[in-house]
């Protein structure tokens, strides 16, 4: 007996409420990442459940962050990267030391252990590298100082999820598996040593053969191949897979192949990056937010004013003006998605409560839905004569 296939239901639901809301963000000239967090929200399993595997929207959405950074890769000069990774590196120093301290502070206020205000503080200081790489994108700043800074602090926030598992190991001594640690200190080593031998090469060859070149069916796999394989690599170290997928652009870049991969690829990037956006909008349980708006609102809003103060901070102490810090400082003070993880990791070792828990979660997932419109806000409060 014929029937409806609910999977061809689900995508055909969302290729046509994402159709509708994206027409509707671009009418009033917002990010459609906005629509797409909106719509996973009202479709998902707390919403009307139209969509309910959130594990497998989840896995698409992986994907789609993939192809994000690798078209990225292929896009910023590694050179230009390279040049500010002093300047990265200790503003993540500088805006995690500082986001735990501020934790700190909260936390002995509650009586929290010390391995819980750890925890927090470092769930509160990572940003969303999926949200602001569409977001300076979308509004042509990722060229800009501003933008590519943003964007090297963004992969050492990437690779900092490394010793802040270790780090949280030893403050528990229980529950974060040692051999894991060593696997992903094996993993960044091999990643750095790749980035050094990139840097050591002025061009990349690619060893395809002549059909590839000649066949756009076969062009199609092959960049499929070249987004998605180093981004398995690092998976396989328990790396970030998007930081995978960055270097695996940069390669591409270097060896001059980025006509035909961007060609090939490029539908499918549009369709995945959605995917992810939408299963970011599922996560949020719209019963918990409504059970509890007010705690929720408040904490949302001390989440993304600290972080602007934090990040501002870090930002006009690696010498930009001061509108430029603020700018930057909003751009950064979003909840990132790796925040789920440490959240994950901290309510199954027990350092935080199962409704705390639930807070982290409402709190990070509505950060991305409310970044586009925060930062559209303090744009707008930077062009008064006043700022």
């Known amino acids: 007996m014929l029937g409806i296939d609910p999977l061809l239901l689900g995508l055909t639901s969302i290729g046509l409420v994402a159709l509708v809301a994206g027409m509707l963000m671009r009418g009033f000239r917002q990010p459609v990442i906005i629509a797409y967090i909106m719509m996973g ?9 139209m969509l309910t595997d959130q594990e497998f929207i989840g896995h698409l959405g992986s994907v789609g962050v993939v192809m994000l950074l690798f078209f990225i890769g292929m896009e910023l000069p590694l050179d230009n990267l390279i040049r500010g ?28 252990t010390t391995a819980r205000i750890v925890l927090i503080g470092f769930v509160i200081a990572l940003s969303s590298t999926a949200v602001l790489v569409k977001l300076l994108v979308e509004n042509k700043e990722l060229h800009t100082r501003t933008g590519r800074t943003v ?6 926030q990437d690779l900092a999820i490394v010793p802040m598992l270790l780090i949280i190991s030893l403050l528990n001594r229980a529950h974060v598996s040692l051999a894991e640690i060593a696997l992903q200190g094996v993993g ?23 059909a590839v070149r000649k066949d756009s069916e076969l062009q199609l796999f092959a960049a499929m191949v070249l987004a998605l394989g180093l981004a398995t690599l690092t998976g396989l170290f328990n790396l970030s897979t998007a930081l995978g997928a960055f270097l695996a652009g940069i390669l591409v870049a270097k060896a001059k192949e980025t006509s035909w991969v961007h060609t090939s690829l490029h539908p499918f990037y549009t369709v995945f990056v959605s995917l992810f956006f939408i299963s970011i909008g599922m996560l949020i349980d719209i019963p918990f937010v409504m059970a509890h708006v007010r705690e929720v609102s408040l904490l949302l809003a001390a989440v993304l004013l600290l ?23 909003a751009l950064l003070a979003q909840v990132g ?13 027990e350092l935080i409560p199962p409704d ?6 409402a709190v990070i997932a509505l950060s991305l839905l409310v970044s586009p419109i925060y930062i559209s806000i303090v744009k707008r409060l930077m062009r008064q004569p006043s700022l």
């Open 41 to 49: 929200a009202m479709l998902g399993p707390h919403g009307l459940r």
């Open 85 to 112: 990774w002093k300047g990265a590196v200790y503003g993540t120093l500088a805006q995690v030391l500082l986001s735990v301290m501020v934790a700190w502070v909260i936390g002995d206020a509650y009586g929290w």
């Open 151 to 156: 964007l090297s602090i963004l992969l050492v």
């Open 188 to 210: 960044l080593l091999l990643v750095l040593l790749l980035v050094w031998w990139m840097i050591s090469k002025r061009q990349i060859s690619l060893p395809l053969p002549p």
């Open 307 to 329: 972080n602007t103060i934090i990040n501002s901070m870090v930002l006009e102490s690696l010498g930009f003006r001061r509108k430029a810090s603020l700018y930057g400082g």
């Open 337 to 349: 998605e790796f925040s789920f993880i440490l959240a994950t990791v901290g309510v199954q070792s």
């Open 356 to 361: 705390m828990y639930q807070m982290l979660i």
